[in-house]
């Protein structure tokens, strides 16, 4: 085999590596747009991709069924195709059926919302919701949601607890995407840190005006953390003396998860 041939046959798998890599960004993208979808430009401006490779990569996807075009709005949204796929794997996965108890008694001795979030890759997604008894509840997050790293109470948790190299690199990578909420590097970098000094992560300003929100990490038996349990409510529910008694509360439920998981 002549070395042209050679070199030409041992960058096939990379360059197939590279293009499997951009469609699953393009994908998250679109799966933060939710039903709404998203505009061409946005995934272009959030995945850093030009437009033709991302044009390209959106109408391969379009044909197999993986991603669709509002005929209105002209926005792309995850196709019908996925939740077909999705029912390859209908039981829930280990963490879900460790968390559903501590969540349940956790929702009944805080009484705010509950959110447990899970890391995807550089994003949050929100995979479950319970509700409390208080009459005023913050609803600012829906199942299913989904975020860049660090966008979220329970990002900047997620970041915090991760070796500081490793989250620098999440930050970086989801710079461009950040704009979108009106947050920066710099803002992110900062609760980051003071989340891990504090050993978990409040957020003064939450997604709603007016409320407030703490979110607590939880880690995988080998140590990486993987998800994250968030109260939201509204700002006159956590002054300090609650706020220390919530973060307790979500410290020994994140712990009861880590150790359900372990089994």
Same mark, same amino acid.
């Given at each position: 085999?002549?070395k042209t041939?050679?070199?030409? /046959? ?5 360059? !197939?590596?590279?293009a ?5 960004? +393009? ?8 039903e709404? !979808?998203?505009?061409?430009?946005? &995934?272009?401006?959030a995945t850093g991709?030009t437009?033709?490779? +991302? ?5 391969v996807?379009?044909e197999e069924? =993986?991603v669709e075009?509002?005929?209105k #709005?002209?926005?792309?949204a995850?196709? /019908?195709? +996925?939740?077909?796929?999705?029912l390859? @794997?209908p039981?829930? #996965?280990?963490l879900?059926?460790?968390a /559903?108890?501590?969540l349940?008694?956790? %929702?009944?001795? =805080? !009484?705010?919302?509950?959110?447990l979030?899970?890391?995807?890759? /550089?994003?949050t997604?929100?995979?479950d919701?319970?509700? !409390?008894?208080?009459?005023?509840q913050v ?9 860049p790293?660090?966008v #979220? #109470?329970?990002? &900047?948790? =997620? ?5 500081a ?6 930050v970086?990578?989801?710079?461009k995407r950040?704009?979108?909420? @009106? ?5 992110v970098?900062?609760?980051?840190t003071?989340?891990?000094?504090r050993?978990y992560?409040?957020?003064?300003i939450?997604?709603?005006q007016?409320?407030?929100s703490?979110?607590?990490w939880i ?8 998800a994250?349990?968030? +109260? %939201?409510?509204?700002r006159t529910r956590?002054?300090?003396r @609650? ?6 509360i979500?410290?020994?439920?994140? @712990?009861?998860i880590?150790?359900?998981?372990r089994?």
């Open positions: 085999m002549d041939r050679f070199a030409r /046959n041992a960058m096939a798998p990379r360059q !197939g590596a590279q499997i890599r951009r469609a699953l960004a +393009v994908l998250r993208i679109l799966a933060a747009g939710r709404d !979808g998203v505009p061409l430009a946005e &995934v272009v401006r991709l437009r033709p490779t +991302v044009h390209r990569i959106v109408h996807l379009i069924g =993986i075009r509002h005929g #709005s002209g926005r792309y995850i196709g /019908n195709q +996925v939740p077909e796929l999705v390859a @794997r039981r829930p #996965s280990r879900l059926v460790a /559903n108890p501590t349940q008694r956790a %929702s009944a001795e =805080i !009484g705010d919302t509950l959110f979030t899970v890391r995807t890759g /550089n994003d997604l929100c995979v919701r319970r509700i !409390g008894v208080y009459p005023i609803l600012s997050i829906e199942i299913g949601a989904r975020r790293l660090g #979220s #109470s329970a990002g &900047v948790a =997620i970041l915090a607890a991760m070796p190299q490793d989250a620098r690199k999440i970086a990578a989801n710079e950040f704009e979108a909420y @009106r947050t920066d590097v710099g803002a970098t900062s609760q980051v003071a989340a891990r000094r050993g992560n409040m957020r003064e939450g997604l709603v007016g409320t407030k703490i979110s607590t880690k995988t038996p080998d140590g990486q953390p993987t994250a349990i968030t +109260v %939201s409510a509204v956590l002054g300090p @609650r706020e220390q008694e919530v973060a307790e979500l410290l020994r439920e994140a @712990r009861a880590e150790q359900a998981i089994g």
